[in-house]
């Protein structure tokens, strides 16, 4: 099955030179991650002119390559039942009890229109089992959608950001890519619009236009109903279920309102693992479930706990343990305002008495999940960051985690890929031991580990990028603080990356932060600190900020020029960067004036025909044309020569140039 987007009008004289100082900016010779992979060096020079006189039109062919109707194109697709989960399935409980009432309300919720989209969401407090309870629908009702199950999981910022129409799009473009890979999709590089375009198309071969699932998991408070409304799914046939703490979308959808489990269920889960043996014990059980307030996730922890208790009444004992003070509360109470009230403290002791059980490396795993992002942490990352921040080989760290579950602290995937970590007990990880160095240790070893991961690829080749999509929750949650120049060298990959697949309102956040943390660790005139200013300066270009693009522009070449001298490699760059942001300005003398000086310097360094020289060279016959045609002949001459080589002694770029010489020397004559 192939899909081919259409071609768009082709792009006017002035539109070209918009293209050049984009493409020109963000080239891999020019801007390059702060952590460098030696493949990546070897692929880089200081100067590769090719994106010059990148292609005039916009949109490409795409093709949907692989699409398998049956499983899809992840090989974790099959899920139970049959089930195919986009882009992998997700883990439930062994332990799941009660909500059958709830189960069968959200059946009923989802399933009223077969025509339209429809919307549900489950609401309640942190730890009720939110997750779980769609998870656990997936599963029993997996017949009712034969088209899958997509599932997201949603972006704490996404409350916290005050988000434009684009940024909007751009998120709906950013989550329906993720799916890429899975329906065999090939991306199109730097059009997040056309790659989200073309999932949508692949979603309806997939899902043979049967119902599917959509669900958006976890969506934070703060969020909009108009970002909501982007997240629908892309057709009727699917239907919306968001899980959320979020009370303020009564128009998104019918609420399901999760609260704490009845005390039967609740009773149920506390026992699941040790069974009262007495009728006193039993008492004890339903009296301690009330104790903290039938809260899933606490009955489900201290159940683990009561398994390890060595006397011969553990329920009646926990009762007595939970009533004394600890002073892990103080630095736990911003917590307690997501809790059961009258019961928070109870639920932050037994979160507490649960770690005070578990080993130096258990701990660190959970100050490791508490600065990465609310998403499945892969078994492969976890390993690398707890190898770089506490040297603990894979073994170490798989017992720590078979721990943990044992303490219903994490959850590890089916397939034993990686672990989940819920968002309370990520929160109470962090604030464990009140040791902010060791935090800040492990965050700086993430960095280290995923600045590694992102520059093994070259960013710009969204052909490569499908290893990098599961990392992107944990690398934008770690290098948000920004405050070391791992985490910047980080935030400029992720500019580079979300550049690359178009997404240029993500990228421009990135690159801000790597350039204020940068700013102040390096200085304004280091050379990373000014690569990351002309990263910026090309992403505004993007965004049609042009005003923007040529400020920075002038403050990078005028540092460059200080410290490199007028002629180094890197100073024409941005040269040529600037001039082509006064091009697009329709500042066309002043484009000439520095295209002249750009090219004066090349002849003199490189020779009139070397490749770099004749991008150079072609950008200024571009700007003649329109303000002094007799000056652009003896130029277009030069590079007419080229037509008359023959054209396996072509260079990439010198083929693009041959290219657009004819339509050139028309607009010449």
């Keep these: 099955m192939t899909w081919k987007l259409g071609k768009s009008t082709p792009r006017t004289a002035r539109d070209v030179a ?66 195919r989960w986009y882009p992998y399935p997700r883990t439930g409980s062994t332990r799941f009890v009660g909500r059958e009432s709830q189960l069968e309300q959200l059946h009923a ?98 899902t043979g236009g049967t119902r599917y699932l959509w669900v958006i998991d976890n969506l934070p408070p703060g969020v909009t109903q108009e970002a909501v409304n982007v997240l629908l799914p892309p057709s009727d046939a699917g239907a919306l279920l968001v899980t959320t703490r979020w009370r303020a979308l009564e128009r998104m959808g019918e609420p399901l309102d999760l609260d704490v489990l009845d005390p039967d269920a ?8 040790t069974p009262p043996r007495t009728a006193a014990e039993e008492a004890s059980a339903r009296a301690l479930a009330k104790d903290v307030g039938y809260h899933p996730l606490a009955l ?93 080989d ?7 985690c078979e721990e943990l579950e044992a303490h219903a602290l994490v959850r590890r995937l089916d397939d034993g890929a990686g672990v989940e970590v819920h968002a309370l007990v990520r929160r109470v990880g962090h604030l464990w031991g009140d040791d902010a160095d060791s935090i800040a240790a492990a965050r700086e070893a993430a960095n280290r580990v995923l600045g590694s991961r992102f520059s093994e690829v070259d960013l710009r080749d969204v052909r490569e990028h499908a290893s990098l999509i599961e990392l992107m929750p944990h690398a934008l949650e770690c290098s948000s603080p920004c405050e070391s120049r791992d985490a910047a060298g980080l935030a400029t990959s992720l500019g580079i990356f979300l550049g690359a697949r178009g997404d240029f309102a993500g990228a421009r956040e990135r690159y801000a932060r790597a350039l204020a943390a940068l700013e102040r660790i390096l200085g304004p005139e280091h050379p990373h600190t000014l690569t990351t200013l002309q990263n910026l300066a090309a992403t505004l270009i993007a965004q049609g900020d042009l005003p923007g693009a040529r ?119």
Aim: aromatic residues 4%; hydrophobic residues 40%; proline residues 6%.
């Design 18 to 83: 918009l293209i050049s100082a984009e493409r020109r900016s963000m080239a891999p010779s020019s801007f390059v991650s702060l952590v460098e992979s030696p493949t990546a060096k070897k692929k880089l020079s200081p100067v590769t002119p090719a994106t010059t006189v990148e292609r005039t039109t916009v949109g490409r062919d795409l093709t949907i390559t692989n699409i398998n109707l049956t499983t899809g194109a992840d090989p974790r697709c099959t899920g139970e039942r049959e089930t």
């Design 109 to 206: 919720m989802l399933g009223r229109s077969q025509s339209a989209w429809i919307t549900a969401q489950v609401r309640g407090m942190g730890g009720v089992g939110k997750t779980l309870l769609a998870i656990e629908y997936a599963r029993r009702y997996a017949a009712s959608w034969p088209g899958g199950i997509f599932w997201f999981d949603a972006d704490p910022s996404w409350g916290t950001v005050t988000a434009t129409r684009e940024v909007l799009l751009a998120r709906r473009h950013g989550l329906l890519a993720t799916l890429a890979h899975a329906v065999g999709v090939e991306e199109v590089p730097g059009d997040l619009a056309a790659t989200g375009g073309a999932v949508e198309r692949a979603i309806d071969v997939v």
């Design 266 to 273: 609740a009773y149920a889960l506390l026992t699941a693992r």
């Design 300 to 392: 489900d922890v201290l159940g683990a706990l009561v398994r390890t208790a060595m006397n011969e009444a553990p329920y009646a004992a926990w009762r007595e343990r939970l009533k004394k003070p600890d002073t892990f509360e103080e630095r736990a109470e911003a917590l307690l305002e997501e809790l059961p009230t009258g019961s928070e403290k109870s639920i932050v002791r037994v979160l507490a008495s649960s770690l005070e059980l578990c080993s130096a490396t258990a701990i660190d795993i959970l100050r490791v999940a508490s600065v990465l992002g609310d998403a499945p942490i892969p078994r492969e990352l976890l390993n690398a960051i707890l190898e770089e921040h506490r040297d603990a």
């Design 394 to 400: 894979e073994q170490v760290v798989e017992t720590a």
């Design 551 to 669: 400020e920075r522009y002038k403050r990078a070449l005028a540092a460059r020029e200080r410290i490199l001298g007028p002629e180094h490699p890197d100073t024409l760059n941005t040269l040529q960067n600037l001039a082509g942001t006064l091009f697009a300005q329709g500042d066309l003398p002043g484009a000439r004036e520095r295209y002249k000086r750009a090219l004066a310097a090349r002849e003199r360094i490189l020779g009139p025909e070397h490749p770099d020289t004749q991008v150079t060279r072609f950008n200024l016959v571009r700007t003649l044309i329109d303000i002094d045609p007799t000056a652009a002949t003896p130029h277009m001459q030069i590079l007419e020569r080229l037509m008359q080589r023959a054209p396996e002694r072509h260079s990439a770029v010198e083929r693009q140039i041959v290219r657009a010489l004819p339509s050139l020397r028309a607009r010449l004559r």
